[in-house]
C-alpha cells in the first residue's frame, strides 16, 4: 500500500461518501429498481472534498473514490433482496442486514482482487465508467465548474423531497386512479412526484427504459383492460396478481437462464482456465481466510450452515461473473446472477424463505462488487494508483456502507411495496421463493424469456434487456413511464452532445432527493418528526 495516496483524509472522505452513497442508492434503488454507476459522480465529489483540504493528487482521488463509490452497489445487493421478506410478511433486524451487507461485500472485494491482471492488464477489457471516471479525474474541474452544477442540483432534489416528506405540501403520486377518472377501471398511467425516476430513466438511457415500458404497456394497455372488460377478472389487482405478474416474473426467470448459460458458463470456463495458469493468486491460505471471514458473519446473521457454503461457492463465481459483465458491458445484472443461485438452491436444497434470500443477497451483493470494484481498479490502472492502497479503500467502503443500511432499510420498510418505493427487483425474488408450484402465466413467461434472450443475444447482443421486460409486465407503469421520458431525455441529450451536463444534473438530483428522503424517513423512524 502507498500511504502517499491512502491517506487520512482519503479514508475520510472515501467513508463518509461511501455512506451517502450507500443511503441514496438504496432510495433509489427502491423506488425505480435500479442503481446507476456512481463511479464517475464520487469521482468529481472526492476530487471537490479533497481540495478542500488542500494539495492533493489523481491517485489519492481515485483511492478515496474507491471507498465511496463501494456504498451504491452494495446498497443494491441489499434493497433488490432483503425487502422481500417484507413483502412475505416476515421481518428481519437491522444487525442481520448489516451482516449480511458485510458478507456480500466482503466475498465479493475478496474474490475479485485476483481478477485485476486478467481482466485489466491481459485482456484490457473497457471497464467504460472507470475509464470515464480516470478521464474525469485526470482533466480536473477548473474552477469548479462541475462541482457547482452537482450542487445545484443536489439543492433542487433536497427541496422538492422537503416539500413532499416534510411538508406534505404536494402529493406523492398522481395516476389515473388517484384523479378517480373513469377509465382507471381499465388502464393505469401516471407518474411519482420525484424527480429520482426521471434522472433515473436518464442515467439508465433509452434501451433499457425503452424496453421496461413497452412491458408495461403490454400489461397495462393490452392484458388488463382486456381481462377486465371481458369479465375474466372483477378489477385491475386481481387480473394483475393472477397473469400479469406471475407473467412478468417468469420472463425475468427465462432470461436469467438464458443469460447466464449464453454469457455466465462461457466466464466461468475462463475463470478455471485462469486459475490453472496462476495457482499463486488462490492460495489455500487466502481462500482459508475469506471462507473463515465469512462463515463467522455469516453465522452470525443465523444463516444455515449447509447455505453458507453455497453462499460463498455462488459468490466466489458470480463476482467474476459481475465483474466480466461489467468489463465487456458496462452493465452489472447482478439480481440475474443472484437469482441463478436461488433457483439452484432451492430446486435442490428447498430452504426456507429467510436463508434463502439471505443467499440471494450475499450473491447478489457479490457480483455488484465485482462489477464495482473492477471499475475502480480500472481506473486507477489509468492514473497508476496503488492497486493494494484502492484494496484497502474498497474494503473500507464496505464497512462505511454496511453500517448504516440496515437503518435505512428499517426506517423505509413501511412504505415497501407502495407505489412511491415498488421495490420491483424484491418483488421478483418475492414470486421466485414463495411459489409452490410453476403456473401457466409463469410457464408462458419462462418460455418467453428464455427464447427471446437467446435470439437478442444471437442477432443483436442485447438479450439482458429481457429482464426489464419482464420488470415492465408487473411492476407500476407509474414507474416504467417516468423512467421512459428520462430516458427519451437522454437520447436527446446524446444528439445534442449535452450527455455530460445531463448526467451531472441527473446524479445531483438523486443524491439530493434521496439523502433527504432517507434523512426524514429516519427522523420519522426515531420519532423526532411526526410521521
Avoid at 442477432?459 to 415492465?472: D, E, P, Q, W, Y
Wanted: charged share 10%.
Amino acid at each position: 500500500m502507498n500511504v502517499k495516496e491512502l491517506t487520512p483524509k482519503a479514508m475520510l472522505v472515501g467513508f463518509v461518501l461511501s455512506v451517502a452513497v450507500a443511503m441514496y442508492s438504496a432510495y433509489l434503488g427502491l423506488m425505480i429498481g435500479g442503481v446507476y454507476w456512481p463511479i464517475v459522480t464520487t469521482s468529481l465529489m472526492s476530487m471537490a472534498l479533497l481540495k478542500l483540504f488542500g494539495k492533493t493528487s489523481k491517485q489519492e482521488i481515485i483511492v478515496a473514490q474507491t471507498a465511496a463509490s463501494t456504498g451504491g452497489l452494495l446498497a443494491a445487493g441489499i434493497i433488490f433482496t432483503i425487502p422481500a421478506l417484507y413483502l412475505l410478511g416476515m421481518q428481519i433486524s437491522a444487525t442481520e442486514i448489516i451482516l449480511i451487507a458485510l458478507a456480500g461485500g466482503l466475498l465479493g472485494v475478496l474474490f475479485t482482487i485476483p481478477l485485476r491482471k486478467e481482466m485489466i492488464e491481459r485482456e484490457q477489457l473497457p471497464f467504460a465508467d472507470g475509464a470515464a471516471a480516470a478521464a474525469l479525474v485526470e482533466a480536473g474541474d477548473e474552477g469548479g465548474e462541475k462541482a457547482k452544477k452537482l450542487g445545484i442540483a443536489f439543492g433542487i432534489g433536497a427541496a422538492l423531497a422537503i416539500a413532499r416528506d416534510y411538508f406534505k405540501a404536494i402529493p406523492g403520486l398522481i395516476s389515473l386512479d388517484t384523479l378517480k377518472l373513469d377509465i382507471s377501471k381499465y388502464f393505469s398511467l401516471g407518474f411519482g412526484v420525484t424527480l429520482v425516476t426521471f434522472a433515473g430513466g436518464f442515467l439508465i438511457g433509452p434501451l433499457f427504459t425503452g424496453v421496461w415500458f413497452f412491458g408495461a404497456l403490454i400489461s397495462n394497455f393490452a392484458i388488463v383492460p382486456w381481462l377486465v372488460s371481458s369479465g375474466a377478472f372483477a378489477d385491475k389487482g386481481t387480473a394483475m396478481a393472477a397473469i400479469t405478474s406471475p407473467l412478468g416474473i417468469g420472463v425475468i426467470i427465462g432470461a436469467a437462464v438464458a443469460y447466464f448459460l449464453l454469457k455466465g458458463l462461457p466466464s466461468l470456463k475462463k475463470m478455471l482456465e485462469g486459475l490453472k495458469e496462476e495457482k499463486t493468486q488462490l492460495s489455500k491460505i487466502w481462500v482459508f481466510g475469506i471462507v473463515l471471514v465469512v462463515a463467522l458473519v455469516t453465522i452470525a446473521a443465523n444463516l444455515d450452515p449447509v447455505l453458507s457454503v453455497v453462499a460463498i461457492v455462488g459468490a466466489f463465481f458470480m463476482a467474476y461473473v459481475g465483474a466480466r459483465a461489467t468489463g465487456e458491458m458496462n452493465v452489472d445484472p447482478m439480481e440475474v446472477f443472484a437469482i441463478i443461485v436461488l433457483l439452484i438452491a432451492k430446486l435442490f436444497l428447498g430452504f426456507q424463505a429467510l436463508p434463502l434470500v439471505i443467499l440471494s443477497a450475499i450473491v447478489c451483493i457479490a457480483a455488484g462488487m465485482g462489477g464495482d470494484f473492477m471499475q475502480d481498479l480500472k481506473a486507477g490502472h489509468i492514473l497508476k494508483a496503488d492497486p493494494g492502497s484502492q484494496t484497502a479503500s474498497q474494503l473500507l467502503g464496505v464497512v462505511a456502507g454496511a453500517m448504516v443500511l440496515g437503518f435505512v432499510l428499517i426506517a423505509l420498510q413501511p412504505r415497501i411495496g407502495t407505489a412511491m418505493f415498488p421495490a420491483p427487483q424484491a418483488f421478483a425474488f418475492k414470486g421466485i421463493i414463495s411459489a409452490q408450484s410453476i403456473e401457466m402465466p409463469m410457464v408462458a413467461g419462462i418460455a418467453i424469456g428464455f427464447i427471446a434472450t437467446v435470439l437478442l443475444t444471437y442477432f443483436f447482443k442485447i438479450g439482458i434487456v429481457m429482464v426489464a421486460f419482464g420488470i415492465g409486465l408487473y411492476a407500476p407503469i407509474t414507474l416504467a413511464f417516468p423512467l421512459f421520458v428520462g430516458g427519451m431525455i437522454r437520447l436527446y441529450a446524446d444528439k445534442k452532445k449535452l450527455t455530460e451536463n445531463g448526467r451531472l444534473l441527473a446524479a445531483g438530483v438523486i443524491a439530493g432527493e434521496g439523502l433527504i428522503g432517507v434523512a426524514i424517513a429516519l427522523l420519522m423512524f426515531a420519532g423526532v418528526i411526526a410521521a
